[in-house]
Structure formats: structure tokens, C-alpha cells
């Protein structure tokens, strides 16, 4: 069974930083791409940004692009969101997500989520 679990929100001040973690369970980290998206209230999820089994070459929303970088340890299992210079409009619940495609569907999977606050 796939299980991802975020960790690492919390409160910060405008222009602070945080580090998200998302742990993987249940399939093959390793081969797996691998995606961050937010939620702010009354907002739909947006994509914040993705990587690659390999993690070459990372890829961002416009809305953080040079702001946050995102990177993976495959032997931890596990995919990181380092959040710089964090604005007010940042402030979300922040997932992580696998997407698996059987060949026929695209198959979403995402994690409890884990609240990011940045306020003064």
C-alpha cells in the first residue's frame, strides 16, 4: 500500500525558511517521480513542483521558482522541500504526491499534508 508522510510545517516569519519531508512507503521509490502541490483556504491545489526518479533537473511553478528547491535520497525514501524567502502567499498546506499511470488511468496519490504558516 502507498503511503507517503509529510512532516517539517510549522510557523515562520516572512523571509524565513523550512524544510518539508515527505517519507515513502509501499512501492519503488527509486523509479518513481515524485511532485509537491499546496492549498491555501478556499483555493484549489496547485503544483508547486516535481522531480525525477534521478532527481536531474527539478522542475517549479513560476510562483517559487528560486525560492524553493526540491531533492531526494532514495535510500531514505524520501523527497525534500526546502522553502526560502517564504511570502505571505505561500502559506498552504503543503503534499506530497506520486502519480502512477497503469497504462490506462493516472493513479494520484498524496500524503496527510502538512500545514506551512508564515506570519509575522
Known amino acids: 500500500e502507498v503511503q507517503l508522510v509529510e512532516s517539517g510545517g510549522g510557523l515562520v516569519q516572512p523571509g524565513g525558511s523550512l524544510r518539508l519531508s515527505c517519507a515513502a512507503f509501499?512501492?519503488?521509490?527509486?523509479?518513481?517521480?515524485m511532485g509537491w502541490f499546496r492549498q491555501a483556504p478556499g483555493k484549489e491545489r496547485e503544483f508547486v513542483g516535481g522531480?525525477?526518479?534521478?532527481?536531474?533537473?527539478?522542475y517549479y511553478a513560476d510562483s517559487v521558482k528560486g525560492r524553493f528547491t526540491i531533492s531526494r535520497d532514495n535510500a531514505k525514501k524520501t523527497v525534500y522541500l526546502q522553502m526560502n524567502y517564504l511570502k505571505s502567499e505561500d502559506m498552504a498546506v503543503y503534499y506530497c504526491?506520486?502519480?502512477?499511470?497503469?497504462?490506462?488511468?493516472?493513479?494520484?496519490?498524496w500524503g496527510q499534508g502538512t500545514q506551512v504558516t508564515v506570519s509575522s
Open positions: 504526491n506520486l502519480n502512477v499511470y497503469d497504462g490506462k488511468y493516472n493513479h494520484d496519490y
Open positions: 522531480i525525477t526518479w534521478s532527481g536531474v533537473a527539478p
Open positions: 509501499g512501492f519503488t521509490f527509486s523509479s518513481s517521480a
